[in-house]
């Protein structure tokens, strides 16, 4: 059975000072830490019988909003997830600091019909590079 998933995201990022800079020339004044909070939505693709899964996910972030400020960035993901909730994943990402290649890792825990995923992403850009840590949950059915 193939599954779609959807819940909030949060987190931080690291924005390196080209990023920071690109953003000012955008007119978006920001510092290097900010906030992100937003929304997955995922749907796994194919299911092989070992439990290993391919995954499609769109993420939608806003960033800085405790700096009184809505960076968005949308990220769209294709990766693997084991049977013990490893996952990684490739893809692109945009924002107002640029384009990039998102690559993230990280692991899923269930508890009862509770998913919580904890994320590490990177995404290099021309501009320089972003590093995200992400939880949330999704609700299994």
């Not at 796994?44 to 968005?72: H, M, R, T």
């Not at 049977?83 to 384009?99: M, V």
């Not at 269930?110 to 320089?128: E, M, Q």
């Amino acid at each position: 059975r193939m599954v779609d998933l959807s819940g909030p995201r949060f987190g931080i990022t690291a924005l390196s000072d080209g990023v920071v800079e690109k953003l000012v020339e955008r007119g978006v004044s920001a510092r290097p830490i900010i906030s992100q909070f937003g929304w997955q939505v995922e749907r796994a693709f194919y299911k092989a019988d070992s439990g290993v899964s391919a995954v499609s996910e769109w993420v939608l972030l806003l960033g800085g909003l405790e700096q009184g400020l809505a960076i968005p960035s949308l990220t769209w993901l294709v990766g693997m997830r084991t049977a013990s909730g490893a996952e990684f994943g490739i893809g692109p990402n945009i924002t107002p600091g640029g384009t990039g290649l998102a690559l993230a890792a990280g692991v899923t825990f269930r508890r009862g019909f509770v998913n919580v995923p904890v994320n590490l992403a990177v995404v290099p850009s021309k501009a320089g590079t972003r590093v995200s840590v992400l939880t949330g949950f999704t609700i299994r059915r």
